[in-house]
């Protein structure tokens, strides 16, 4: 599934991480939000493919049970 990040243009990706796990609606409104805001800063949206935590599990295997 794909999710967005706004991100702090010119740091690392993880460290400029300003809001996580948005539609990419919400994020084009955040990040301009964000540049109303703060306009000496420039933002920078990221596109990152989520997995549910439920898709990291491995789950049961029937033929061990």
Known sequence: M???RVVLKGTASENGVEFD???QEE???CM???RD???E???DIK???WITPEGKR???DPDLH
């Open 41 to 43: 800063n420039t933002y």
């Open 21 to 23: 796990l948005m539609d």
């Open 32 to 34: 301009m939000s964000f």
């Open 2 to 4: 794909l999710k967005y």
């Open 47 to 49: 596109e990152y493919n």
């Open 58 to 60: 491995l789950g049961r």
């Open 37 to 39: 805001l703060y306009p």
């Open 27 to 29: 994020a084009f409104q």
